[in-house]
């Protein structure tokens, strides 16, 4: 203990700015010249007129794409219609926090991951590659790699929904699928992915639901009105959903929802 404290002063009296061994032992603080700072964002401009980004404006422009990326996948790609389906299967189970919110999100990200390849590899292949290899701008690569995913909402958009928000907007009828904006294309898609998530929702709770009235008015009928119907039903719940293979049944429906 003598030891520790001993060194501890030591050190403290080696930090001290008046301490001589500071001075003998360390180099002097070098001076930094007046202006100096973080690298003013600048734009470059070409002899042809293009306009080049410094590397301070690329990262700005990167970061702001990473915090938009959480949005992106949750409003442009199946993840909405996987999660709410798998939610709402585990409040039909009855089972609390079985499967866990980790392994729902996991199993949807992947799932989503699964249904979208085809239309990232599209968008890879159109956009993303041309623009890394030098042949296309930024600005021209950006329509070519929205494209695909501008596709794959317009097909599980419900005309309904697609001319309430164009209303709004004041704008349509649009000549072609590339033509209708984000802003327009996003909210339409996400309000018909509500709408198709809770009509399936909807009937995979019917089963469970037939389950739960069963063995309440079994319950009641016995007289024990006090025991939860919910400790005797689900049991029965999980031996239906394991004997009808539910999962593999559930996530193939899913799947094959967005291929039709």
Not at 156 to 167: A, G
């Amino acid at each position: 203990m003598k030891t520790w404290l001993i060194s501890l002063a030591l050190l403290l009296c080696l930090l001290l700015p008046g301490s001589d061994v500071w001075a003998q032992n360390l180099p002097p603080f070098p001076q930094m010249p007046l202006g100096s700072g973080l690298p003013a964002v600048t734009v470059q401009t070409g002899p042809h007129g293009e306009q080049t980004w410094t590397l301070s404006m690329q990262l700005l422009a990167l970061m702001t794409v990473l915090t938009l990326l959480p949005a992106l996948i949750l409003m442009m790609t199946s993840f909405t219609r996987i999660i709410i389906v798998l939610s709402f299967l585990r409040q039909a189970l009855g089972t609390n926090q079985t499967p866990s919110n980790q392994i729902l999100l996991g199993l949807a990200l992947f799932l989503t991951l699964f249904i979208m390849t085809p239309v990232l590899d599209q968008s890879y292949t159109q956009g993303f590659k041309p623009y890394m290899a030098g042949t296309l701008s930024a600005e021209q690569a950006m329509p070519l790699a929205l494209a695909p995913f501008k596709h794959f909402m317009v097909e599980q958009t419900r005309d309904p929904d697609l001319q309430l928000f164009s209303k709004l907007a004041h704008q349509g009828p649009y000549a072609a699928n590339a033509d209708i904006p984000l802003r327009v294309l996003v909210p339409s898609f996400v309000t018909s992915e509500l709408k198709t998530a809770f009509e399936m929702s909807f009937l995979l709770y019917i089963p469970f639901l037939i389950i739960d009235l069963i063995v309440a008015s079994v319950l009641m009928s016995m007289g024990m009105m006090m025991l939860s119907p919910t400790l005797i039903s689900l049991p029965f719940k999980i031996l239906l959903f394991v004997l009808v293979d539910g999962w593999s049944l559930l996530l193939g429906t899913l799947a094959g929802s967005f291929y039709t």
